[in-house]
């Protein structure tokens, strides 16, 4: 069990996959979101408190969101990928918010208090089309988690079965 939970060789089917996203949901994010949300709620607290929750939760939230990573490679070797197929989508929105950063400075080149920033339609639009890439990549990785896995081993490991059931 804890090699299942620790280790990101291997594989994980897709009901395994699928208890270990609702528990991280359950578990995870609601108790963050319930911590923040408290710490804002107390207006009386001095801002060191606001600090130190909002570092406390941040600490939280990387530390779950690592181990749901985790999951999520186990089951993208289930379908013969890689697990570096998760940083695609990162990469691709970085890399499209600096395009349209470029592409927004660039268009506002000489153009004076009436360019491209002063029209703020504009600018949003620019960034929300350069944007589409990675939100593609994100749908694109979301179908390859839910799909069904390889039947037969594969370069990850030999078939799962109905026992990886308990992930966390």
């Not at 620790?6 to 528990?23: E, L, M, P, S, V």
């Not at 994010?29 to 929750?53: H, K, Q, R």
């Not at 993208?76 to 349209?100: E, K, V």
């Amino acid at each position: 069990m804890i090699d299942l939970i620790w280790n990101i060789q291997g594989r994980i089917g897709r009901d395994a996959y699928r208890k270990a996203r609702w528990r991280h949901f359950a578990f995870c994010m609601i108790p963050v979101a319930i911590y923040i949300g408290t710490a804002m709620a107390l207006t009386s607290l001095p801002p060191a408190a606001y600090v130190s929750a909002f570092i406390l939760a941040s600490v939280l939230l990387a530390y779950y969101r690592y181990r749901f990573a985790q999951v999520m490679i186990r089951r993208l070797h289930d379908r013969g990928m890689s697990g570096w197929w998760l940083l695609m989508n990162p990469a691709i929105a970085y890399l499209a918010i600096a395009l349209a950063i470029a592409i927004v400075v660039f268009l506002n080149l000489g153009s004076g208090p009436h360019g491209v920033l002063a029209n703020k339609d504009a600018t949003s639009g620019i960034i929300f089309v350069a944007l589409v890439p990675a939100l593609l990549m994100s749908f694109f990785i979301r179908y390859q988690l839910s799909k069904k896995g390889v039947p037969a081993a594969n370069r990850f490991g030999p078939a799962t079965d109905a026992s990886q059931a308990n992930v966390f």
